[in-house]
């Protein structure tokens, strides 16, 4: 599939994805948020054939992304309230696709992660940020609020963060992004790429139905109490464990080899991502 404002690249199992309207800094439009949600079935589809097994989400150019584009969402004042629901809706769904993958996303953040670009941090499985990365939820400094980024948003940051930083619209750095949970490593920019395949590398050594399974249970049994999680954590296990993926993980353990589903991130993408970390330098 091609798209114009994603670029993506696939590396054996792994898919590399980025926005790409380095101009407006990645910011998107509804143009972008159709491509995101096409790219998202795209991606289930490569999962379930077992092709797909990590993605990695990065932006062009200087930044991982503004947010919403801000002429776009002016421009909002001309559609009908119904056709502004729509729009919103679109939005929101673009997020939950991503969100929901069943494989892991691991976020590459650079430069600016601001407003819906913080949102798309929020729906990152592991996010890697660059220590001059600048976050923020600013929508209230543009009049307008964090709404359908918020249930990502909150699920990562929490309540009380999600006060002071969707009220105040604060920009904050990726030290405190990681204090709050949005971010899980900062690092150089010369770190970053090599960053990003290390956790590339260490899942592609766990079973990818192990995975999705594991990232399916995590809202499952979030909120709950440990009386209502019982059950579907043991049907978890208890189908996972007996399962071919299941047996395979257990018996190379016992046996002392690598399993099957072990693969190792190529040597070709390491260069290609060490010149990418010298270009990022540059900027
Ligand atoms: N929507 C549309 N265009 C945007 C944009 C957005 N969210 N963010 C940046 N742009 C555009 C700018 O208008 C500018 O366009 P121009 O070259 O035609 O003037 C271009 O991208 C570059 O932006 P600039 O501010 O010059 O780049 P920078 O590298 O100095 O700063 C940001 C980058 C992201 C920090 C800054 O652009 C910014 O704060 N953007 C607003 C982010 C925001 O509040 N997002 C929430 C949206 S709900």
Redesign the pocket.
Known sequence: MSYQHLKTTRDGAIEYLTLNRP???N?FNEQVIAELIAWAAAARDSAARRDLRVVVLAGAG??FC????????SKTVHYTEEDNLRDAMAMSRMFAALNELPVPVVGRIH??A????AGLAAVCDIVVAEERA?F?F??V??G?LPAVISPFALAKIGRSAARELFLTGARFSATRAREIGLVHEVVTAGELDATVARYVQELLAGGPEAIAAAKALIPQVWGHTVDAAMPVAAAAIAGRRVSREGQEGLRAFLEKRTPSWYQRVSHVKDAKETKDAKDDRRE
């Not at 503004?66 to 969402?73: E, I, K, Y």
């Open positions: 101009d407006v800094r910011a200087k930044g503004a947010g919403a584009d801000v002429t776009w969402m430069g600016a601001l407003g819906g670009g600048i923020g600013t929508e400094k543009l307008i």
